[in-house]
């Protein structure tokens, strides 16, 4: 019996945000505090935090980035996250209700500390891949900010803190150097310069390289068409690989798994039905579904797939304000926000919230990196069977996440593998 699948990589990225206050005195950030956090394992059977969990923001954050179908979208869910969280340290009042809202469902900000906690030394801690995560503060020299805000970045989010001259153009320079050497070279510029209002850069860095659990065959890989929305065909690099693998199919799709080296990472191809409206399909990624889906594909037998998949390179860039203010975070970006847990005696808030992300997948496995700028301005199985045969020859979803912590690191969406 033939099926089709839609691809889903695990996706990485690395997160900018930037601050805007007055002028003062930049504090003191060379202590460190080391924290006593349980396992990111018993984490997951915390129903509080639990109920944290960054599923609902990294799908709804997707299918908003996604409805434009006339090209390929690669985001970070989890790059946004952690540099949104930092920066909702520094938030209070009903700007912090908002952010905590689309960030945890609501949960305490301290609660989704811990878990960014948690989720971090637990990516950080995986040597069967390449996962690097790192977070960094450029800080405007002229300019207070509350230590508080300062020392919980440092001690939660493991970040480091530089005091910079915002006036002087090689700050720019430095926090651009910092993604290009964060990201290995795949991100190099995040920011052309910063505004006059602009007085604190919070960085958020993901990198991946993982090789196949089995690399495809190089000497396999040939041309064929693949569909587009559209009705036209494009011949693409299509890769060969018969395996065993996970495998779900329902509700118009099917899906695989396909694992990396050491089996905590798994790319997903989710496959829509021949015919099928694709926006309509990427209109079910719900929280719901997802968990679903999810737990269909861990508990399903493995099965012997010829697996047919094109090789692609995607680099994208996208300003989230318009999405993250659709998603309820309204009052951060304009008047009314308080970032008063930040900046000491100044108001602030969020002037753009940016994103730059990269993927490459291959016979070989995947590297990707991603890149998101938050600024703020004053005022971031075995049984036998026939083998099942999965082409991914026509547009597809693509997701890279995390098995232990449960992070979406990217979702992508693949309507033309020959687009860069």
């Known amino acids: 019996m033939k099926k089709n699948i839609l691809a889903h990589p695990r996706l990485f990225a690395a997160g900018l945000a930037l601050f805007g206050a007055a002028s003062a005195l930049f504090v003191d950030v060379s202590k460190q505090n080391v924290f006593d956090f ?14 944290a969990s960054s599923a609902d923001f990294a799908l709804d954050l997707f299918r908003r980035e996604a409805s434009d179908l006339s090209k390929n979208i690669v985001v970070s869910p989890f790059s946004a996250y952690e540099a949104l969280s930092m920066a909702a340290n520094g938030a209070a009042g009903a700007t912090k209700k908002q952010m905590e809202q689309v960030l945890g469902g609501g949960l305490d900000i301290k609660l989704l500390n811990e878990r960014n906690h948690k989720v971090l030394l637990a990516l950080n801690s995986n040597s069967a891949v390449q996962m690097e995560i790192a977070n960094a503060i450029y800080a405007d020299s002229s300019t207070r900010f509350r230590s508080s805000f300062i020392s919980l970045c440092r001690d939660v989010y493991q970040a480091e803190a530089k005091s ?11 926090i651009n150097t910092w993604c290009d050497q964060k990201t290995h070279g795949k991100i190099k510029k995040i920011i052309s ?3 006059s209002a602009e007085k604190m850069v919070l960085l958020n860095s993901v990198y991946f390289k993982g090789t196949w659990q089995k690399p495809f065959k190089a000497e396999s890989t040939r041309q064929q068409d693949f569909k587009l929305l559209k009705g036209a065909t494009k011949e693409v690099a299509m890769m060969y690989e018969s395996t065993d693998l996970q495998y779900y199919e329902g509700g118009g799709f099917q ?19 021949e015919g099928a409206d694709f ?20 508990s399903s037998r493995s099965k012997k797939v010829d697996l047919a998949m094109p090789k692609y390179t995607v680099a994208f860039s996208t300003e989230l304000n318009k999405t993250l203010k659709a998603m309820g975070m309204t009052d951060a970006f304009g008047a009314k926000a308080d970032f008063s847990e930040m900046f000491e005696g100044q108001p602030g808030a969020i002037s753009r919230v ?21 600024g703020m301005q004053s005022r971031a199985m075995m049984q036998v069977e026939p083998p099942i045969k999965f082409t991914v020859d026509r ?4 997701a890279l996440t995390d098995q232990d912590s449960g992070e979406i690191l990217f979702l992508g969406s693949i309507v033309d593998p020959t687009l860069k």
């Open 279 to 298: 926006a309509a399909f990427q209109a079910k990624f719900t929280s719901k579904d997802w968990n679903s889906w999810m737990s269909s594909l861990s």
């Open 193 to 195: 310069s910063l505004s």
């Open 354 to 374: 940016l994103q730059k992300t990269y993927i490459d997948v291959d016979e070989k496995g995947t590297e990707a990196a991603a890149v998101t700028a938050v």
């Open 395 to 398: 547009p597809f979803v693509v």
């Open 255 to 273: 899906a695989v798994a396909i694992p990396y080296a050491g089996h905590r990472q798994n790319m997903y191809i989710f496959l829509p039905s």
């Open 164 to 174: 910079e001259n915002f006036n002087d153009p090689a700050t720019v320079t430095k």
């Open 38 to 51: 349980k396992g990111v394992r018993a984490m997951a059977q915390d129903k509080n935090v639990q109920a």
